[in-house]
C-alpha cells in the first residue's frame, strides 16, 4: 500500500483528495500547510507527495525543496498557477507532475498511479506508519532499522499487510503460508505470530487476535 502526504490550504481540497485516495486504496496523512507536512515529512516515509503550490507563509516550491534536503520524493504540484513560467519552475525544484486547478480527482489519481509505477511503488512497498515492507528486497524496516525475519514471519507478515483492516481465519493464513496440504494445530501458528509480535517491537500491536476466528493486522486510531 503506497503512502500519499496530501498538502493543501483549503481543507475541502485536501479532505476530497484524501478520500478519494483512500478509496482507491492508498494510505494517506494530510497536512494544511508547508511547516505541518515538513514535520509528517520528518517522522515518516512517503512514496508520493500531493502538494498545493499557492499556500501562506511556506508556499509549495520551498516545502518541496525542504523536502528534498531530506531525502527524495516524487511530487505532483496542485496549482491555480497556469502560465508556462510556473510550470517549468515547479519542474526545476524537482516536481514530477503539474495539476491545474480545478481537476479532475480520476485524473489526478491516474497520474500517482503512473508515478508510482513508473518507481516501483506501487505494489511492491508496503508502509504503515514507521513499518516497510519491500517484497522486491525481501526487506523489513522498523522506523528505518532493518529487521531480519525468519522466512516463515516474513510471509504471515506480508499477507497480514496485504489484508490490513480484514478477518482472517487460521485456516485462511495456514493454507497462505504454509499451503492448502499443511496439516498442523493452531500452537504453530499461534507461536510464529508471538515471534512475528517481538521482531515488529511496538508495530506487533497492529497484529491483533480475533476470538474464534483468527488475526487481523490493524493500524491503531
Not at 38 to 49: G, I, N, T, Y
Not at 154 to 180: C, D, F, P
Request: aromatic share 10%; net charge negative; glycine share 8%.
Amino acid at each position: 500500500m503506497a503512502k500519499l502526504l496530501i498538502v493543501d490550504d483549503e481543507e475541502k481540497i485536501r479532505e476530497m483528495i484524501g478520500k478519494y485516495a483512500s478509496h482507491e486504496g492508498y494510505e494517506t496523512v494530510l497536512a494544511c500547510d508547508g511547516k505541518q507536512a515538513l514535520d509528517e515529512f520528518r517522522k515518516d516515509e512517503f512514496d508520493l507527495v500531493i502538494l498545493d503550490i499557492m499556500m501562506p507563509e511556506m508556499d509549495g516550491y520551498e516545502t518541496l525543496k525542504r523536502m528534498k534536503e531530506i531525502r527524495d520524493v516524487p511530487c505532483i504540484f496542485l496549482t491555480a498557477l497556469g502560465q508556462e513560467y510556473d510550470r517549468i519552475y515547479g519542474f526545476d525544484v524537482g516536481a514530477e507532475d503539474y495539476v491545474t486547478k480545478p481537476f479532475s480527482l480520476k485524473e489526478l489519481m491516474m497520474r500517482v498511479k503512473v508515478i508510482l509505477k513508473r518507481d516501483g511503488k506501487s505494489s511492491n512497498r508496503i508502509t504503515v506508519d514507521g513499518l516497510v515492507l519491500d517484497k522486491d528486497a525481501h526487506a523489513i524496516t522498523v522506523d528505518g532499522k532493518r529487521v531480519d525475519l525468519a522466512n516463515k514471519e516474513y510471509e504471515l507478515l506480508l499477507y497480514l499487510m496485504k489484508n490490513m483492516g480484514n478477518a482472517l481465519t487460521r485456516q485462511q493464513i495456514i493454507s497462505k503460508v504454509w499451503g492448502y496440504e499443511y496439516d498442523s494445530d493452531d500452537r504453530t501458528l499461534d507461536t510464529h505470530m508471538k515471534l512475528l509480535r517481538k521482531d515488529l517491537g511496538k508495530y506487533g500491536e497492529y497484529i491483533t487476535t480475533i476470538r474464534g476466528v483468527g488475526y487481523r493486522f490493524e493500524k491503531e486510531v
